[in-house]
C-alpha cells in the first residue's frame, strides 16, 4: 500500500530535550516535505526536499532540521524544543514537483512541550 | 495582508444543497491551485487542482479560477453529511516549489 508514515503519532516532551520524528514513503517520491498545522495559522511549510541532499527553508524554519540522507526518509529534528513548537506536524511526499503533482500527507504528529 | 485567504466560516447547508467555497490569494506570479478536505483529527487529501482559467469538472465537484481577480473557488454540488470538514486552499508559483495555504473553510453540510 503506498504511504507516508510518520513516527512517533503522539509526543509529549520537555524543553530542551532533543527529538526526532520520522517521515518514510514508499511510492519513490522525489518531493518530502514538512508542515506545521496551528489553529488560526493553517498549514504551513517547515521545511522541504527536492531530493536527496537537497533541503531547503519553508516558511517557518526557525528552531527546526531536516536531512534527506535516503529517498525514502525525512526526518524532522528539534534540537532544543520550546513550547511554541506545540504543535501538529504533517510530512508530504509527491512524485515531482509540487506545481503539477499530488501531495500526500502522513497521519501526523501531535507534539506537545512542557 | 494574508499571502491566501479564506473564510474561516463554519459554513452551513442543507444536504442536497450547493456549497461554495471560496478563496483569494495575494501573488500575481501563482500558477498552480489546489484544493484540499480535511476532515477532523486526519491529514489533508486532495480534491482537485487547476492551472488555467475557468472551470474545472471532477464528479460533484467544479473548481473555479479567476486570475485576473485573483481568486478560486470550489462548488460542490449536492452536498452531503459526508462531506462535512475543513476545506484548505493552497497556492504555487513557478518562482518557488512552497506551497501556501490558507487557514480553511469549515463546512458543515446538515441532512
Redesign the interface.
Known amino acids: 500500500e503506498a504511504q507516508v508514515t510518520q513516527n512517533p503519532r503522539y509526543l509529549i516532551t520537555v524543553t530542551g530535550k532533543k527529538l526526532t520524528v520520522t517521515c518514510s514513503q514508499n511510492m519513490n517520491h522525489e518531493?518530502m516535505?514538512w508542515?506545521r498545522q496551528d489553529p488560526?495559522?493553517?498549514?504551513?511549510?517547515i521545511y522541504?526536499s527536492?531530493n536527496v541532499e537537497v533541503t531547503?527553508k519553508?516558511?517557518v524554519p526557525e528552531g527546526y532540521k531536516v536531512s534527506r540522507k535516503e529517498k525514502r526518509n525525512f526526518p524532522l529534528i528539534l534540537e532544543s524544543p520550546s513550547p511554541n513548537q506545540t504543535s501538529l506536524y504533517?510530512c508530504a511526499s509527491s512524485s515531482d514537483?509540487?506545481?503539477?503533482d499530488?501531495?500526500y500527507?502522513?497521519?501526523?504528529t501531535r507534539l506537545t512541550v512542557l | 495582508q494574508k499571502e491566501v485567504e479564506q473564510n474561516?466560516g463554519p459554513l452551513s447547508v442543507p444536504e442536497g444543497a450547493i456549497a461554495s467555497l471560496n478563496c483569494t490569494y495575494s501573488d500575481r506570479g501563482s500558477?498552480?491551485f489546489f484544493w484540499y478536505r480535511q476532515y477532523s483529527g486526519?491529514?489533508?487529501?486532495?480534491i482537485m487542482?487547476i492551472y488555467s482559467n475557468g472551470d474545472k469538472e471532477d464528479g460533484r465537484f467544479t473548481a473555479q479560477l479567476n486570475k485576473a481577480s485573483q481568486y478560486v473557488s470550489l462548488l460542490i454540488r449536492d452536498s452531503q453529511p459526508s462531506d462535512s470538514a475543513t476545506y484548505?486552499c493552497?497556492v504555487?508559483?513557478?518562482n518557488t516549489?512552497?506551497?501556501?495555504?490558507?487557514?480553511?473553510t469549515r463546512l458543515q453540510v446538515f441532512p
Open positions: 518531493y516535505s508542515y488560526g495559522l493553517g498549514l504551513r511549510q522541504y527536492m531547503d519553508g516558511d504533517f514537483t509540487i506545481l503539477t499530488t501531495q500527507f502522513g497521519p501526523g | 474561516s500558477q498552480s486526519k491529514s489533508p487529501e486532495l487542482f484548505l493552497a504555487s508559483s513557478y516549489d512552497k506551497l501556501i495555504f490558507g487557514t480553511g
